[in-house]
Structures are given as structure tokens and as C-alpha cells.
């Protein structure tokens, strides 16, 4: 191991107004989840989105969780889920005890397939069923063809759950990331491009199911002077004290995003000229953050594999990944019917093989993305 400090994937990287809204929560002593950081956070983030409202929660999953419940979603009940994804996408799918299916990813954005969305769509109506719902993933910072896809969800009359936990400030055409479905997802995860350390929203035009799903994350308490109960609830809300984090962090959420770019230029202009690499594209229809810098190598011209790249950068303390591992791949959900995207061709599964995500962190120095850059010449000579 080298002496060197890690240097990791994407770590929390504070503004410097974070603490200013928790010693406010201090002063007035709301230490409780709710309180004035809370309201002020949901509404910056609907402003900042130009959607109707948030819900501010513990985490992303519990948001997708509440939007499945939402829609309605009960036992045997069928979801489409993308397949190449964090396993926190479809497992609110199973704590409904609904059915998960498996969506490939196209090879020009790495999100869901328009054509394999189709075919699995075409070949549940031919049985006379259809899913409850759809949960699209936009993959690393970048949004999913929503065109394509909800043309084909409007036509079957299916809605739509936006995964935007890794897209937060990206656009598809004039809208934000979030906003194209019927409900969309955020995550405040320490990973992300920004953190309260652990949380998330839920976020829609749909008011009236905002405020449903405020009922059901207070553990679904009714209106009276005694505890009150007639739905299943959760304890799904967002601190105070975190949600102050989030209002600093949303301050420069902006500037994350142009830091985030420009890390991943520097990778581009350094490294693209190697015969076998390739990096994530990024689609005409909008704008990628770039949360993550990813690409994909190809053995047979370099000539080794995505794990001895891992290994090899690991040695002098730098963190890289494998891109996720398709759920329809995980054991988990091995019953798990899958559709790949057209022709035989398993996208997520050669995304998985031959991607990796390199080190994206905006607290990362300019030295220490050269000493990246080098060890990967170094390694690819
Ligand atoms: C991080 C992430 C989530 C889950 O968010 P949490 O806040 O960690 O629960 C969901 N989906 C995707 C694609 C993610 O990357």
C-alpha cells in the first residue's frame, strides 16, 4: 500500500453553509425530524426542479418504497425495473412482495432500452397483464432516452418512477432530471453529488399523493388528539438537523456539477486517444452531470481486464469500481424474467464486464487526478 491518501470514488465534499442552517436548528432546539430546515428544503429542491413538491425522506429507497405504494403496488402485482442499477432500485419492489422484471440498458446512454421495454410490454399484454409501474434508472449522472420510454408507458398507461438518486441537476431536454415521471427519486446518500450524510425525496406535480406520503412516512398517524391508525406506516422522515446539511449543500449544487464535468474532461483529454477505451457517452437530448467519470475497456485490444485495472490502481491507495452488476446477474433475483435489449445482446452485462468508474470526487486536487491519470497510462502501456 502506498502512503499516499485514498483516493476515493466520490466522497462528501462540503460548501461551508452547511453548519450556519445546523446551528440554527440547534438555537430553536428542533432537534426532531420535521421542523423549519425540513420545509425549506423540500421547497428549494421543488424550486430548484420546477415540480410541484418534495417530501424529504431517510433515503432514496425509502422514496422509491413510498412511490410503489403510491401507485398502489401490492403483492404479485408486476414492476419493470432497469437492470443495470444499485440493488436500492427494486428491492422496495420486494418489500412489496411485487414481481420485479428486468429492463436492459441501451449501448448509447447505458439506461433503459426503448426496444427491450417494448417487447417485454407487447409480450405481458399478449397474456392480458401489465405492470403497476415502471422504475427508470438515469445511470451516473446521465437521464434515460424519457421520450422513447414514456411514449411507449403512455400507450400501455403505465406510470412512470424517475430513479434520479445519480442524476440530481442533470436536464433532459428543458426539464430537470426528476421531474419526467410521475413520481421522481432523489438520494442525499454520502456518495452522491451532494449528502446530508444519509437521506432523500420523493418529488411530483401530484400534490394530493405528496401529502399521502407524508401520512404514511409519520407512521400513517390520523388526525385526532389519540394515536390514530388505519393504514401500515413507516418512520421514513428526514431529520432537521440533516435537512439543514442538504439546504447548504444545495447552494452549491451548481457548481458540483461544472466541478464534476470538468473532472471528467481532464479523463477525456488524457486518456481517449488509447486504442480500446470508450467513455460513457453523453446523449444530445440533454445534460450529464457526470457524477461519475465511466468507461468501458476493451480486453481484447488492451489486452487485460477491468479487474486488473482495479487491482493495479488499488496498490497506490486509488479507488475504482466495477460499473454495477446487472440485478437480472445477482442472485437475489435469479427467478427474475429479464429483457435484453435487441438482436441477443445483453447490454448490462457487457457494460459490467468491461466498465469501471474512475475517481470523481470535486475535493479531489488537480495533483492527485494527474497521479490517477498517470498510474492508468502507466497501466494501459
Ligand atoms: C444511491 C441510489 C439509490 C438509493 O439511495 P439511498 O439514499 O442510498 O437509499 C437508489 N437508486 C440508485 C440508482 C442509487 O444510486
Known amino acids: 500500500m502506498s502512503n499516499r491518501d485514498r483516493i476515493y470514488l466520490s466522497s462528501p465534499h462540503m460548501g461551508g453553509l452547511e453548519q450556519q442552517y445546523i446551528a440554527e436548528a440547534f438555537e430553536t432546539n428542533w432537534i426532531a425530524p420535521l421542523g423549519k430546515n425540513v420545509d425549506a428544503f423540500e421547497s428549494e429542491v421543488a424550486n430548484y426542479l420546477g415540480c410541484g413538491g418534495a417530501v424529504a425522506l ?15 403496488v401490492e403483492k404479485d402485482d408486476i414492476v419493470f425495473c432497469s437492470s443495470l442499477t444499485f440493488v436500492a432500485s427494486a428491492n422496495p419492489i420486494l418489500y412489496q412482495g411485487a414481481i ?12 433503459m432500452s426503448p426496444e427491450a421495454l417494448e417487447r417485454a410490454f407487447k409480450t405481458y399484454a399478449d397474456k392480458g397483464k401489465k405492470p403497476k409501474a415502471v422504475v427508470i434508472v438515469n445511470l451516473y449522472g446521465q437521464s434515460a432516452d424519457y421520450d422513447r420510454l414514456k411514449k411507449i408507458c403512455d400507450y400501455y398507461e403505465v406510470p412512470i418512477v424517475e430513479d434520479a438518486a ?7 431536454g428543458k426539464q430537470m432530471s426528476g421531474t419526467l415521471g410521475k413520481f421522481g427519486i432523489l438520494s442525499f446518500n454520502g456518495n452522491k453529488i451532494i449528502t446530508t450524510s444519509g437521506g432523500g425525496m420523493l418529488v411530483s406535480d401530484d400534490l394530493e399523493a405528496l401529502s399521502r406520503a407524508r401520512h404514511y412516512a409519520t407512521q400513517a398517524r390520523e388526525k385526532a388528539i389519540h394515536y390514530q391508525h388505519e393504514d401500515v406506516g413507516f418512520n421514513y422522515r428526514l431529520s432537521n438537523v440533516l435537512a439543514g446539511i442538504g439546504r447548504g449543500q444545495l447552494r ?3 457548481e458540483r456539477i461544472q ?12 486518456l481517449s486517444g488509447i486504442d480500446g477505451i470508450q467513455f460513457m457517452p453523453e446523449k444530445s437530448f440533454g445534460k450529464s452531470t457526470r457524477w461519475l467519470t465511466t468507461m468501458i475497456i476493451d480486453p481484447e485490444i488492451i489486452g487485460t481486464s477491468v479487474s486488473d485495472l482495479i487491482g493495479y490502481l488499488g496498490k497506490d491507495n486509488i479507488e475504482s469500481r466495477p460499473v454495477w452488476k446487472p440485478l437480472h446477474l445477482q442472485p437475489l433475483f435469479k427467478d427474475a424474467v429479464y429483457y435484453a435489449h435487441e438482436g441477443g445482446l445483453d447490454i448490462s452485462k457487457i457494460l459490467f464486464e468491461k466498465g469501471v468508474c474512475l475517481p470523481s470526487g470535486t475535493n479531489m486536487s488537480v495533483d492527485e487526478q494527474s497521479f490517477v491519470i498517470n498510474q492508468m497510462k502507466a497501466f494501459f502501456r
Do not use: M
Not at 431517510?58 to 398502489?72: E, F, Q, V, W
Not at 445519480?166 to 433532459?172: F, I, K, N, P, R
Open 166 to 172: 445519480e442524476s440530481l441537476g442533470a436536464t433532459y
Open 259 to 270: 466541478q464534476k464535468r470538468e473532472i471528467f474532461e481532464k479523463y477525456s483529454y488524457e
Open 100 to 111: 420485479p422484471v428486468f429492463i436492459d440498458s441501451e449501448p448509447d446512454s447505458w439506461n
Open 252 to 254: 452549491v449544487l451548481d
Open 58 to 72: 431517510s433515503s432514496g429507497t425509502a422514496a422509491i418504497h413510498l412511490s410503489l405504494i403510491l401507485l398502489g
